[in-house]
Structure formats: structure tokens, C-alpha cells
């Protein structure tokens, strides 16, 4: 048994159940609870420190709890000291299907689920206070605690919006000690843009930031023949050799094209879920996340 500490903008449908639709605009519309998941095994967790998540697209709200719960459990399953940890998850209104029905294009759904995760950013900006504010009262019990964030797939796409959202009205200030971005669906330029936009305002944020991404990742295949752009999930960040732009002791590049330590092939997204399916990934972001030694900037995992 798991209990995930969640923050959603989904609209209510019942006692602890939230649709697709998305709540109200203002901050009436960001909801935070608790949800206990039961019956959680490493072996029939849904494929779906204090730890914040943003889910990827097609998941559904019980699925996204549920995937909060195993990446709790996997975590912990590691032979890291401090893998352990408090999570905290962001739900935005995904539909819970990847491919849309006829007389819609197959695309659609996948339109619709990018569009409700970039309409998110204020909601996620609120999120980010309440992290904030129990994240400041954790360490003055405890100034050894860390605040960590894992954002997957399209969580990263949400997640850039709520960045910018975030400095529409606030400045620079210590919310994470480290930010892991695996599988990012974000355009591979997001940390490069100017003017504050998308990811580029991540550092002022977070005091480390590692990007996970593979070259066999068949969600990157199809994101980018929908979006006709480089993702960062892919290859990394455009520019990820630059030591100016991505200096090595804040930035990590890590290539996971190789890893070989699980099935990639079985279920057919296998590729996109490394993160939470290879162990030595788990071993790399837990060692990260824990404050440990790690290899700086640009890496393979094999």
C-alpha cells in the first residue's frame, strides 16, 4: 500500500475520481488530496525525499496515481541509500487514449492531450507554491531533506508551461534540489529559448537538471512526426556539447539508447517507460536524486 499526495485540474467527478475535462481557470481549479493505492507490487503496478511527478500523455487519472505509487515502490526497490521517498503528483486532464477513434485523425488524441497539458501552466504554477511552501517547512524539520522533481514524456511538455507560467508573476527561487526530465515530448531547443520561455528558466528553479533520452524511443518516433520537431526526450538538448549553455555541473545529458538490462520491446511502448523499467536508469536518477556522486554532463548508460 502507497499513499500519493496529488495536486489535479481535472474537474471533479466524484468523491476521488476526475475526468478528462479540465476545472476551473482560476486557483479554485487546482485540487490537492491524498490517494491510497492498494495491492501495489513492482509486478502489478498500473503501467500506470518529497518526489513531484508530471505524468505522460494517454494516462487517465487512476493511472496516474497508480504510476506515482509503482515509481514510489521502484525507487525504493533500489540498492541507492535514500531511494525512499514522499511523492507528490500533478494530474492534468490527458484523455487516457493515445490514438483517436474515426471520423477523427489518428493524431487527435494526441493534439488533445498536448493541448490540455500546455492550458495546465497556471494550474502546475500553483502546484509549485504548495511544493514550495512544504518543501521550505520539511527542511527547517530536517535541512538534510531534498525536494526532487521526475517529469515524463509529455509531463515535460506541461511542465515547460507551467515554468513560464511561473515567472509571469514570481522570480528565481530554491523549489527543487534536483530535476530529472526523462522521455521529455518538449521541443529539444525548450531550454535554449529566450525571453524566459518554455524550460529556459528550469536552473532558476531546480539546482541540478538531468535529461534522460534515447534514440530507440518509439514515442519520440511518433511525436516527431506529429510535432515536425526535434524532442528533447530523442537526442537531448540541441546544443547539450555546449559547456556555456549546459555547464556540466548543473546539466546532465544522459544517452540511453543502449541500456539493455530490460525488455524494450514487450509492451510495445517498453521503449518510452525505460526510466521506470531498466534498473540501471533507476540506479542513475535515484543516485542523482539522493545527492550522490554522478557523472557530469554528457554520459551513456549501456
Wanted: aromatic content about 10%.
Amino acid at each position: 500500500m502507497a499513499t500519493v499526495y496529488f495536486g489535479t485540474n481535472r474537474r471533479q467527478t466524484g468523491p476521488l475520481t476526475f475526468g478528462a475535462a479540465m476545472g476551473p481557470l482560476d486557483r479554485t481549479g487546482l485540487i490537492c488530496a491524498e490517494a491510497t493505492v492498494d495491492g501495489l507490487t513492482l509486478a502489478n503496478a498500473d503501467s500506470g525525499r518529497i518526489t513531484a511527478i508530471a505524468h505522460e500523455t494517454a494516462t487517465g487519472f487512476e493511472a496516474a496515481i497508480s504510476r506515482a505509487a509503482f515509481n514510489r515502490e521502484w525507487f525504493a526497490s533500489s540498492p541507492v541509500a535514500g531511494a525512499d521517498m514522499t511523492v507528490l503528483a500533478f494530474s492534468w486532464p490527458s484523455e487516457g487514449a493515445l490514438i483517436a477513434v474515426p471520423p477523427h485523425f489518428l493524431s487527435g488524441a494526441y493534439r488533445a492531450d498536448q493541448a490540455r497539458a500546455g492550458s495546465s501552466g497556471a494550474h502546475l504554477a500553483w502546484f509549485l507554491d504548495e511544493i514550495k511552501s512544504l518543501g521550505d517547512e520539511a527542511k527547517l524539520q530536517n535541512p538534510r531533506r531534498r525536494v526532487v522533481l521526475l517529469a515524463h514524456s509529455m509531463g515535460n511538455f506541461a511542465l515547460a508551461a507551467g515554468v513560464q507560467a511561473w515567472f509571469l508573476s514570481r522570480g528565481a527561487t530554491a523549489i527543487f534540489d534536483y530535476a530529472v526530465l526523462a522521455a521529455a515530448d518538449e521541443i529539444d531547443k525548450s531550454f535554449e529559448l529566450p525571453a524566459g520561455a518554455r524550460l529556459s528558466r528550469l536552473p532558476d528553479l531546480a539546482a541540478g537538471i538531468s535529461v534522460y533520452y534515447s534514440l530507440r524511443d518509439v514515442a519520440m518516433y511518433l511525436s516527431q512526426a506529429i510535432n515536425l520537431t526535434e524532442r528533447l526526450g530523442f537526442d537531448g538538448p540541441a546544443n547539450k556539447s555546449s559547456p556555456t549553455q549546459y555547464p556540466p555541473n548543473r546539466f546532465r545529458s544522459i544517452n540511453c539508447t543502449d541500456l539493455n538490462d530490460y525488455d524494450s520491446i514487450h509492451p510495445p511502448d517498453s521503449s518510452h517507460q525505460y526510466y521506470r523499467r531498466s534498473p540501471k536508469a533507476r540506479d542513475d536518477i535515484a543516485l542523482a536524486f539522493t545527492g550522490q556522486a554522478v557523472t557530469p554532463g554528457e554520459s551513456n548508460l549501456t
